[in-house]
């Protein structure tokens, strides 16, 4: 298996800063077609464990605009083959001091493109 062949890390490099853009705009259509319609698809926030596509649909569409602003550090982004990757990145808010977020995404290569079937976002204390 040939791990970080290039045209395949920058698509997933591509559909990953698609998916921060929608997150900090809150642009739901975009954030739930990057989500793979499926209820085996799970998401872990760093306040919700939802589990298939109809949960977290209603917890994007239910979450409010504010405060949603962060900067990046430390993406790592891994293709393996030419239809699995994971991304991770560390996260920063003005409104968190102190604290440093952690999100993790497992993307599969679909018929209809790039999709995020697990993610996991958890905040700890910086340091």
């Given at each position: 298996?040939r791990?970080?062949?290039p045209e395949?890390?920058?698509?997933?490099?591509?559909?990953?800063?698609?998916?921060?853009?929608?997150?900090v705009?809150?642009?739901?259509?975009?954030?739930e077609?990057l989500?793979?319609?499926a209820?085996?698809?799970?998401r872990?926030?760093?306040?919700?464990?939802?589990?298939?596509?109809?949960?977290?649909?209603?917890?994007?569409?239910a979450?409010?605009?504010?405060g949603?602003a962060?900067?990046?550090?430390?993406t790592?982004i891994?293709t393996?083959?030419?239809?699995?990757a994971?991304?991770?990145?560390?996260?920063?808010r003005?409104?968190?001091?102190?604290?440093?977020?952690?999100?993790?995404q497992s993307w599969v290569?679909?018929?209809?493109?790039?999709r995020?079937?697990?993610?996991?976002v958890?905040?700890?204390?910086?340091g």
């Open positions: 298996m791990i970080d062949i395949v890390r920058a698509e997933v490099e591509a559909a990953f800063a698609r998916y921060e853009r929608a997150l705009t809150n642009d739901v259509p975009v954030l077609e989500f793979r319609d209820p085996e698809t799970i872990y926030g760093a306040a919700e464990n939802l589990y298939g596509m109809e949960e977290i649909r209603a917890f994007r569409r979450r409010p605009p504010a949603l962060r900067s990046l550090s430390r790592v891994t393996y083959g030419r239809d699995f994971v991304a991770n990145t560390m996260f920063h003005e409104g968190a001091p102190g604290k440093v977020g952690r999100q993790s290569r679909f018929p209809e493109g790039w995020v079937v697990a993610a996991h958890s905040v700890v204390p910086e």
